[in-house]
């Protein structure tokens, strides 16, 4: 487990708040000079500690707003690093999970409508060896957390 100290969390705690910021707004942020920023988040990329930057697209502002959770059923062992390279190209999978009870798997899919839905659901089973798969639509969410920043901001 790498060591970080206050500095360190407060760069990470900055580049939570805001991937974009500049090294100079963060060093400004945490007293630090905008190439010991740099350094330091060389050194959390390089450790671990930092896995990437990313874009995250809300897919509902592109009017995608067919989600569903679907259960898969596959022939024989497959492992989940196959599953894995199987689906995550496919961009209507949110998220994938292998579960315990009869599916293998679990997926969150989300599209623009039922026969976007049903295309990507097509995609899905051709990548993996799969004997069935099983469409839970969802019709109205009650409590979603992921889309907070804070689960403890309330909101």
């Known amino acids: 487990m790498p060591r970080l100290d206050a500095t360190d969390e407060q760069i990470l705690a900055a580049l939570t708040d805001n991937a ?21 988040v060389d050194r959390l ?19 995608w707003h067919t989600e569903a959770y679907v259960q898969v059923y ?14 995550e190209d496919i961009p209507e999978v949110l998220s994938a999970a292998t579960v315990t009870g009869t599916a293998d798997a679990i997926l969150h899919v989300l599209a ?10 097509e995609r899905i089973r051709s990548r993996a060896d799969l004997k069935r ?3 839970i ?19």
């Not at 990329?45 to 009017?63: E, M, P, Q, Y």
């Not at 623009?112 to 659901?121: G, K, T």
């Open 20 to 40: 974009r910021a500049t090294f100079a707004e963060i060093g400004a942020r945490v007293n630090l000079s905008a190439p010991a920023v740099k350094r330091r």
């Open 45 to 63: 990329l390089d450790l671990g500690v930092i896995r990437g930057f990313t874009t995250v697209v809300d897919r509902s502002a592109l009017g």
């Open 74 to 87: 596959c022939q024989g062992a497959i492992a989940p690093a196959e599953l894995r390279r199987a689906w």
């Open 112 to 121: 623009r409508d039922m026969q976007h839905l049903e295309s990507a659901l």
């Open 133 to 135: 798969s099983e469409s």
């Open 137 to 155: 639509v969802v019709l109205t969410n009650l409590i979603d957390r992921s889309r907070t920043a804070d689960p403890g901001e309330g909101g």
